[in-house]
């Protein structure tokens, strides 16, 4: 009878039941959704609940590679509003994360792949420092295929890197679609526990759409931004900036 | 059964019913910690993470930096307040029912931010990093420099050029009074075409290396025997990628692999340089009459073993060659100068990081060199072999506190041999000579022991003792040194330093038969204070200087030397770099006084390197993405010389001015290969600088020395595969 009473009790309480695979959850929408309104504050607040996270949780790695990816689109964030200073603190802020993600877990391609794409951030921030940034970055991509060669995000990485590297240092747009072409597909199959990084399948038919309208080829980017929108219909980025250039353009 | 399921029923609404109760008990009694953040100039910080670390209790600070918790958790908590680019802090708060808590928090900025900062006294850093003031492509694409990262570093204020060589004369010092290292081991003859005034050229590649430290001036107790500069070289480490880079130039051929055996783990790398001058002098004629063209090559092999992610071991290796016969000019004698020297280096470098505050370096190498000198009556015969170990131990206490401490034990073996003329200005084959055979051995240990404290985001110190001992000539030295820096803004620092430093005489002079073996240790006291601004866009600095030195070895006739010398130094440094859309570069202005007492100059005069105005504007323009000029003027005073028999000094040469040029093209290939083509033209105004005389015994005849060039092109190219 008081056992019965005690795992009732228990039961309704609220707040104590929420573990900290919740709060990850909790985290990755709040990120994803401030991503999609292109929302610096959501972004923010997305990171603070992740490091907050970070005082109670055995899953370190995994929250410094969130704290990493909040960074990473505050990043771009930063570049869209023309703020290098903020770029800078953030592009900082989390090659740190990172470099703590990778000696917890060593195996880990989401983090390389990321790292890559902040290292490009470097270059974007300083371009001269290509000379030594742009091998850092190669590397780290690479190191991510070797981990998982099927990891759709490191396939994303390597596409959007490719689509701002010029053809005669190794990028180009051909190689920048079939490197987005290979992420779709490979997130068509993508099946991973909720709490892990899994961004990014919305975002792909965005990259390629833009890619081939940089070659062209306005039917198919219009074809591939609906298909964004259709995995994604809050993704703000396709639904009220790529969308609207064509509609713009052909008007 | 269906007694118990109704029992269930009744206690589940129960238990809803208590757990309403409660949480309306509960709001009406909650706990509020409130307050606001700001930066230390009192600046509200918005987006601050403000939280609780028992749970998940937080929130964000709002545009005005304020923030607001309500908490039904009450007694003693931790609020960490958290935000990028800012030092995270942890506060003990006490919640209460009634009493809201309200708090005024000041976050300081992270030192991380301000990393980039030089926060020594004359220091100058090179890497392949954002925010040093030197990186691995200004070296190479500096016009004059010819790519020799002693001759860029020739550029910077506080170096002063006495001829077309690469020697470094500091602030008013020899060029024996900077020390070289690789890695930790000393380099004893850092240059190629060794000569008075240093060599012609620095004897590490710039390809080779990973960073650069070089200090003019209060430099850290880690630094011992050297009175006045230091130049700290790493090598590369591990290799990323395969690659193999050719470069072939008019009068060079050089060629590179690097290889990762076991990807991070373990690496090698090779490369080699081969010089031969003479198509260059075909070409672009010249002063020099040689018998046998200066020619030069090198060999560098490391092997890079990274056991684990906190430590390596790296076996560095290079041998040199390099052999030169030019025709010797003076009123007493004409005939061939010939020079061959063997230099190698060996070491094994060890760095490990214990736990995450310790971290070791140790380095345990070995130089030998040879070299014979014939000319007239001149014969020298010169082996050394140093072998050093050095260990550097880092204890990071705290982002404030860093203890640094290490020791250096090392030995040398010397043997000179040979004849040297009775006048220094007559060397020809009959005139009187002196035959001599020496040995030199001499064990040296140091020690030191360094603090580096930060006592706020605005003051550093770094306070410092070094301790020595040389068993020649049985002496201790104690060197205390100390900086401090004031940040009075993001940008700006104001930096004192003062240090004692010491050197052991030259083997010469403390030999027991032509020199004293009771000579005192040289001294030199160093007052610096200075100013640097630091933008994204602009580095300047500007430094006053002055230097006390005391018992400099000075010919005596009864002892053949002795102690009293004397002198100081005395200057200012003014340097400025910029990073424009089109334009980058730097210019540096120096003002030096340099008198000394010491060895045959028997009063107080000018130095032989007193050359009072130094500038140098070192500019570079990058057209679209393959074309890069680049510019290097140097304008610098005369130097002394001595015209009239011991009146050292009395007379001033001609101001020397010299302008390079140079252009580089870049293409690049897939995978990250690439070619690199380039060209340059020195001397372009064509000037027969004259750097001094040769005279007779009588100073009644004299023989001029001037620029080995006058206007010459130089060309070539380089291609790195991946």
Redesign the interface.
């Known amino acids: 009878?008081i056992r019965?009473?005690l795992v009732?009790?228990m039961l309704?309480?609220?707040v104590l039941s929420?573990t900290v695979e919740k709060?990850i959850l909790q985290g990755k929408d709040k990120i994803e959704s401030a991503y999609s309104q292109w929302n610096m504050?959501g972004m923010?607040?997305a990171?603070?609940?992740f490091?907050?996270?970070l005082?109670?949780s055995d899953k370190d790695w995994l929250l410094y590679y969130y704290i990493a990816y909040c960074?990473y689109r505050l990043t771009n964030y930063s570049f869209s509003e023309n703020d290098k200073r903020a770029a800078r603190?953030?592009v900082?802020?989390g090659i740190?994360r990172l470099k703590v993600c990778i000696?917890e877990k060593s195996d880990c391609a989401d983090a390389y792949a990321l790292l890559s794409s902040f290292y490009g951030n470097?270059i974007a921030l300083?371009p001269?420092?290509g000379?030594?940034n742009?091998?850092?970055s190669?590397?780290m991509i690479e190191r991510a295929f070797s981990l998982e060669p099927n990891n759709p995000r490191t396939h994303l990485i390597s596409g959007i890197s490719a689509f701002y590297t010029?053809?005669?240092?190794?990028g180009g747009k051909e190689m920048a679609k079939e490197a987005l072409g290979k992420a779709i597909e490979l997130f068509n199959y993508e099946n991973l526990e909720a709490i892990m990084p899994d961004w990014g399948h919305s975002e792909s038919y965005g990259w390629l759409g833009l890619v081939e309208l940089a070659m062209g080829d306005t039917n198919n980017a219009v074809i591939n931004y609906r298909r964004a929108l259709e995995i994604d219909p809050d993704n703000g980025w396709v639904k009220y900036r790529l969308l609207p250039q064509i509609s713009g353009s052909n008007e | 059964m269906l007694r118990n399921k109704t029992t269930l029923v009744i206690i589940f609404v129960i238990s809803i019913f208590i757990n309403q109760a409660l949480s309306y008990h509960n709001s009406k009694q909650i706990g509020i910690v409130s307050g606001k953040v700001l930066d230390s100039k009192n600046a509200p910080l918005p987006f601050v993470n403000v939280f609780f670390t028992d749970g998940m209790e937080g929130t964000m600070t709002d545009e005005n930096g304020y923030f607001k918790i309500e908490t039904n958790h009450f007694g003693k908590r931790v609020l960490r307040v958290s935000h990028i680019g800012y030092e995270q802090k942890d506060i003990d708060v006490i919640v209460k029912k009634v009493a809201p808590v309200i708090l005024n928090i000041t976050l300081e900025e992270s030192y991380i931010e301000m990393e980039t900062v030089t926060i020594t006294a004359s220091s100058f850093t090179a890497a392949d990093k954002e925010g040093q003031t030197l990186t691995l492509l200004d070296v190479v694409t500096t016009a004059g420099a010819a790519a020799d990262i002693f001759k860029a570093i020739q550029t910077f204020p506080g170096v002063t050029q006495v001829d077309e060589g690469a020697g470094m004369f500091v602030r008013g010092g020899d060029v024996s009074e900077t020390i070289v290292m690789l890695d930790g081991a000393t380099l004893v003859h850092p240059y190629r075409y060794e000569s008075d005034t240093g060599g012609y050229f620095g004897m590490i590649n710039p390809f080779l290396l990973s960073g650069t430290y070089f200090s003019s001036g209060a430099f850290s107790a880690k630094y011992g025997n050297a009175l006045s500069g230091v130049l700290a070289m790493e090598s590369l480490g591990m290799p990323e990628s395969k690659s193999v880079d050719f470069g072939m130039g008019l009068a060079a051929i050089s060629l590179g692999a690097s290889y990762p055996i076991i990807p991070e783990k373990l690496g090698v790398r090779l490369s080699g340089n081969y010089s031969d001058t003479k198509t260059l002098f075909k070409i672009n004629g010249g002063t020099e009459k040689f018998d046998k063209f200066p020619l030069s090559c090198d060999g560098n092999l490391s092997i890079i073993y990274k056991y684990s992610n906190r430590g390596y071991l790296k076996y560095f290796n290079h041998s040199a060659q390099d052999d030169i016969g030019v025709l010797y000019e003076s009123p007493t004698y004409s005939g061939n100068f010939i020079s061959g020297t063997d230099n190698i280096l060996n070491n094994v470098y060890w760095k490990q990081m214990f736990g995450k505050k310790l971290l070791t370096k140790s380095s345990l190498s070995q130089n030998r060199f040879h070299q014979d000198i014939i000319v007239g009556n001149l014969s020298l015969k010169n082996s050394d072999v140093f072998i050093k170990w050095r260990t550097d131990i880092t204890y990071t206490a705290s982002k404030k506190l860093k203890i640094n401490s290490g020791f250096e034990i090392d030995n040398t073996e010397s043997t000179v041999s040979g004849s040297y003329p009775d006048d220094e200005n007559n060397l020809h084959p009959d005139a009187a000579s002196i035959t001599f055979s020496d040995d030199y051995s001499a064990f040296h240990n140091g020690l030191y022991l360094e603090s580096e404290i930060n006592f706020s985001q605005r003051i550093f110190t770094i306070s410092g003792l070094r301790v020595d001992y040389l068993s020649e000539i049985n002496a201790y030295t104690m060197d205390p040194r100390f900086s401090i820096g004031y940040r009075f803004t993001d940008t700006q620092i104001f930096k004192l330093a003062t240090g004692r430093y010491h050197q052991y005489p030259k083997a010469q002079c403390i030999d027991a038969h032509y020199g004293n073996p009771n000579l005192l240790p040289l001294e030199a006291i160093h007052y610096v204070a200075g100013y640097e601004l630091k933008s994204e866009i602009t580095n300047f600095r500007a430094e006053l200087y002055y230097k006390d030195y005391n018992n400099l070895p000075i010919k005596d006739y009864e002892q053949n030397f002795a102690s009293d010398g004397y002198g100081y130094s005395y200057g200012t440094d003014i340097f400025i770099k910029g990073n424009l859309p089109f334009i980058s570069g730097w210019m540096s202005y120096s003002y030096l006084v340099s008198e000394r007492k010491e060895l045959e100059y028997l009063k107080l005069v000018p130095t032989d390197y007193d050359i009072r105005h130094n500038f140098i504007a070192a500019l570079k323009s990058r057209i679209g993405e393959r074309n890069s000029f680049s510019l290097t003027y140097r304008y610098t005073s005369g130097k002394p010389y001595t015209a009239t028999l011991n009146q050292w000094n009395s007379d001033r040469l001609l101001s020397i001015q010299r302008l390079d040029i140079s252009w580089s093209y870049f293409t690049f290939y897939s995978g990250g290969n690439f070619l690199v083509l380039y060209a340059a033209v020195s001397n372009l105004l064509d000037r027969r600088n004259l750097y001094g005389y040769r005279y007779n015994p009588e100073y009644t005849e004299r023989t001029e020395l001037k620029s080995t060039f006058g206007r010459s092109i130089y060309f070539g190219f380089s291609i790195s595969l991946r």
Do not use: C, H, I
Request: hydrophobic residues 30%; aromatic residues 16%; positive net charge.
């Open positions: 009878m019965n009473f009732l009790l309704t309480m609220p929420q709060y504050n923010l607040e990171r603070a609940v490091e907050r996270l005082t109670k960074d603190k953030y900082r802020d740190k000696d470097k300083s001269w420092s000379f030594w742009g091998p850092k190669g590397r010029p053809e005669k240092w190794g």
